[in-house]
C-alpha cells in the first residue's frame, strides 16, 4: 500500500516554455501533498503544501507565480513550471499524507527537469 | 528555528555489522519522528516511523526515540550492501503538517 506516483520521471524542456508535472497517490487518498525540490548531494527543500480543493501554503522564497500547484482531488496534484529557466533545473519530488497511517509522507518516485 | 541535525558521514561499516545513526531535533513539541532511506538518483523511502519514547524494531531495523533528550536514532543490525545511501531523519512538531528534514547521514557497507 501507499504507493505515490509521478509522471513523467525525465522531461528535458526549453528556456521560456512550461512544464506540468502530475503527483497521483493510487491506493490512498492523500489529503495533503507536499512539493520538493532536490538539488545534486543536497537536503530536500520544501517547495509547497497542498490540501484538496484549497490554495497552496508555499515556502518563503518560493514563487508562486512560477511553481503553480493544483490539488483537485485526493489522488491528483499538479505542479507546474512556468517559463522555465536553467536554473530551474532539479529533481522535483511530490509527497503525500494520508490514508490509514495519516501521519506518514510517501513519496513519489521524482522528476528530473532539465532546462536547456 | 526548528531543527533537525545529523551527522552527515559517510559512516562506513563493514558488512555484517550493526549501523548506527543518530539525530537530534530542537523542538521539544515535536511528536512524529521518521526515518527515510534515499539512495543516489532515487526519491526518498520511508524505513520507520516512530510517535512514542522507547523502540521500535521492522525486521533489521530498530528506531529508538528518547524525548527527554531530543534525540532519534535507527540501527539497521547486519548491514548489507544494499543498505548504502543516505538516512534521512524528518521531524514533524505539534500540528504543523511538514516535516522538517535533516542534511542526512551516508552510510556505507563494505562488502
Known amino acids: 500500500g501507499a504507493v505515490v506516483s509521478q509522471h513523467p520521471s525525465r522531461v528535458i524542456c526549453k528556456s521560456g516554455t512550461s512544464v506540468k508535472i502530475e503527483c497521483r497517490s493510487l491506493?490512498?487518498?492523500?489529503?495533503?501533498m507536499f512539493w520538493y525540490r532536490q538539488f545534486p548531494k543536497k537536503s530536500l527543500m520544501l517547495m509547497a503544501t497542498?490540501?484538496?480543493?484549497?490554495?497552496?501554503?508555499?515556502e518563503q522564497g518560493v514563487e508562486k507565480d512560477k511553481f503553480l500547484i493544483n490539488h483537485a482531488s485526493l489522488t491528483l496534484s499538479t505542479l507546474t513550471v512556468t517559463s522555465a529557466h536553467p536554473e530551474d533545473s532539479s529533481f522535483y519530488i511530490c509527497?503525500?499524507?494520508?490514508?490509514?497511517?495519516?501521519?506518514?509522507?510517501?513519496f513519489g518516485p521524482g522528476t528530473r527537469l532539465t532546462v536547456t | 528555528q526548528k531543527e533537525v541535525e545529523q551527522n552527515s558521514g559517510p559512516l562506513s561499516v563493514p558488512e555484517g555489522a550493526i549501523a548506527s545513526l543518530n539525530c537530534t531535533y530542537s523542538?521539544?513539541?515535536?511528536?512524529?519522528f521518521f526515518w527515510y532511506r534515499q539512495y543516489s538518483g532515487k526519491s526518498p523511502e520511508l524505513i520507520m516511523s516512530?510517535?512514542s519514547n522507547g523502540d521500535k524494531e521492522d525486521g533489521r531495523f530498530t528506531a529508538q526515540l528518547n524525548k527527554a533528550s531530543q534525540y532519534v536514532s535507527l540501527l539497521i543490525r547486519d548491514s548489507q550492501p544494499s543498505d548504502s545511501a543516505t538516512y534521512l531523519c524528518?521531524?514533524?512538531?505539534?500540528?504543523?503538517?511538514?516535516?522538517?528534514w535533516g542534511l542526512g547521514t551516508s552510510l556505507a557497507v563494505n562488502p
Open positions: 509527497s503525500a499524507r494520508g490514508g490509514l497511517a495519516l501521519d506518514e509522507q510517501y
Open positions: 491506493d490512498f487518498q492523500a489529503t495533503t
Open positions: 497542498s490540501n484538496e480543493g484549497s490554495k497552496a501554503t508555499y
Open positions: 523542538d521539544r513539541g515535536s511528536q512524529s
Open positions: 516512530i510517535y
Open positions: 524528518a521531524v514533524r512538531a505539534g500540528n504543523n503538517r511538514k516535516l522538517i
